[in-house]
């Protein structure tokens, strides 16, 4: 599990048109024509967002014929959630280490 | 994720050495953000700025130098609006250094039965605090 993982997925999640796509192949396949159909852009625009998020690991795609079928990868979380766990502890740690620095440099 | 989460640390210094880091601007600024504006007296804003992530909330208790407890959500983020969630941090002395216990609770938990639904339900406060933790 590597940073860069992590930053591929955050950059994923950070659109809101992504996390509407990420809903709506949370619970079936979809082609992309399909997706398109819930978007005001270009069938290309759309391409472009299921990549990103197909790059990031969040969905998987398959073709089928002249299709490709996306749908939601719910094991893609793994590096965000450690992030996520590691907000207050780094915090913290910083906490730790300025007051101590500051003290020391006090004395 | 849980909807509570506990961090703990020892620091060598008192308490009342500790306190200044989590109501000073000044100071809160060299362990936590890279802007804010803070106010600490209950109902007071708690302003803290990560990077683009802009955390909002306000001071619910201020027991100098042993507690304070602030709300905290992420400014345009409909899954942990500002004042959403709240953290509490307690100093206890030990020997001569504090412990600091950190509890952040109310955090957006499955909204829903169907767990997938709360999964992508929490994609975006994932994204937003991971992203406010990083820089």
């Known amino acids: 599990m590597t940073v860069e993982t992590a930053d591929l997925v955050l950059r994923a999640l950070a659109d809101p048109t992504r996390r509407t796509m990420l809903r709506l192949v949370r619970s079936q396949e979809l082609a992309a024509g399909q997706i398109a159909t819930h978007f005001s852009m270009t069938q290309q625009a759309v391409s472009q967002h299921l990549q990103v998020l197909n790059r990031a690991g969040l969905i998987s795609e398959r073709r089928?014929?002249?299709?490709?079928?996306?749908?939601?990868?719910?094991?893609?979380?793994g590096p965000v959630r450690e992030l996520l766990d590691d907000l207050w502890?780094?915090?913290l740690d910083?906490?730790?280490?300025?007051?101590?620095?500051?003290?020391?440099?006090r004395s | 994720m849980s909807d509570e989460l506990v961090v703990t640390t020892t620091i060598d210094a008192t308490p009342q050495e500790v306190f200044p880091y989590l109501v000073r601007p000044e100071q809160l600024l060299r362990w936590l953000g890279?802007?804010?504006e803070v106010d600490p007296r209950p109902g007071g804003v708690f302003a803290v700025d990560m990077g683009q992530t802009q955390?909002?909330?306000s001071y619910v208790t201020v027991e100098p130098?042993?507690?304070?407890?602030?709300?905290?959500?992420?400014?345009g983020n409909e899954h942990l609006p500002a004042g959403s969630s709240t953290v509490e941090i307690v100093l206890?002395?030990?020997?001569?250094?504090?412990?600091?216990?950190?509890?952040?609770?109310?955090?957006?938990?499955?909204?829903?039965?169907?767990?997938?639904?709360?999964?992508?339900?929490?994609l975006g406060d994932l994204a937003a605090i991971s992203r406010a933790g990083r820089s």
């Open chain 1, 64 to 77: 089928e014929g002249t299709r490709r079928l996306y749908q939601l990868q719910p094991d893609a979380l």
């Open chain 1, 89 to 91: 502890p780094d915090a």
């Open chain 1, 94 to 105: 910083r906490l730790k280490r300025v007051v101590e620095q500051d003290k020391r440099s």
């Open chain 2, 34 to 36: 890279t802007w804010a």
């Open chain 2, 55 to 57: 955390v909002r909330g």
């Open chain 2, 65 to 75: 130098p042993y507690r304070v407890v602030f709300t905290w959500g992420i400014a």
């Open chain 2, 92 to 122: 206890r002395p030990d020997g001569d250094g504090t412990v600091v216990e950190l509890t952040h609770r109310d955090l957006p938990a499955d909204r829903v039965a169907d767990h997938r639904q709360g999964w992508t339900n929490r």
